[in-house]
DNA sequence: CAAACATACAACCATTCGGTTGTATGTCAA
DNA sequence: TTGACATACAACCGAATGGTTGTATGTTTG
């Protein structure tokens, strides 16, 4: 895994772990929003938004686009498949484990049928 | 959307923006470890890790199991999938703002059929 | 042009974070 | 019982975070 992934997730996670930020992505994958319209939606200063939105951005969870004196931002949901796929690896190495453990069982008891757990493993 | 629900949002995001505890979360998913084996695999101080560890433990992404003097750290999958599945609601939302666009285009040509974007919306 | 609006950014501040070291407590083994 | 090991936790420190206010710069409009 390459160190820029790391620094990647890095920032998708820290963006999306502020609920101010998490309801701004919301509201940006839902339509184009200029800043002040968003800062208008939230009880602190327009800076303070300001630097959320700038946050997202750098993170690549939004983009700007100028229009007139107005920046409208505009949610990637790309960036949101790509922390889904990081969950998703995760499962994957869980599911790994529990793998494991059937056969350890099904070795124990080799006439047996597989168990199948109550949770796991998905094969759709 | 209750206020629990932010805070342990938060606390979930929070504890995943970490790369060594992302890295904690892929060992004690893939099976049981003990605090001081976990510690060995970083270059930093046990209660450094022992931090992370409480961390996970207290967004719900681990458990911890006593076995004689070794604590024994466990991933919750469950945990991670109510995390992706934050993640699928707010791709949710962005499917209602392409519905939304697509309508408006049906409206402005009412004989052309919809021109199914490239990326979404998935309907498997 | 001037005034109002939208944005950007610097400086500052309190709090949190991620790390350290040190100490206390519990458990296993000789 | 006495060490050695595994864990927990407090106290501390520098850096980052999330907020503020103030100022500068562009853009639209009267």
């Known amino acids: 895994m390459a160190e820029d992934d790391e620094d990647r997730a ?3 996670f820290h963006a999306l772990a502020d609920r101010t930020r ?3 992505v919301r509201r940006v994958l ?3 929003h200029s800043v ?6 939230y009880d602190m200063s327009f800076a303070a938004v300001q630097k959320h939105v700038a946050v997202l951005e750098k993170a690549g969870l939004l983009s700007k686009r ?3 004196r107005e920046q409208l931002a505009s949610g990637d949901v790309d960036a949101v498949r790509s922390v889904a796929s990081m969950l ?3 499962e994957g190495v869980w599911r790994g484990r529990i793998a494991r453990i059937d056969a350890l069982i099904a070795a124990d008891h080799p006439t047996q ?10 094969k759709d």
């Not at 002040?36 to 939606?41: D, P, Q, T």
């Open 88 to 90: 998703t690896e995760l």
């Open 30 to 32: 839902a339509g184009e």
């Open 113 to 122: 049928p597989p168990p199948s757990h109550p949770d796991g493993p998905r």
């Open 66 to 68: 100028r229009q007139g």
């Open 22 to 24: 998490r309801d701004i």
């Open 36 to 41: 002040s319209a968003l800062a208008a939606k």
């Open 10 to 12: 890095d920032a998708l």
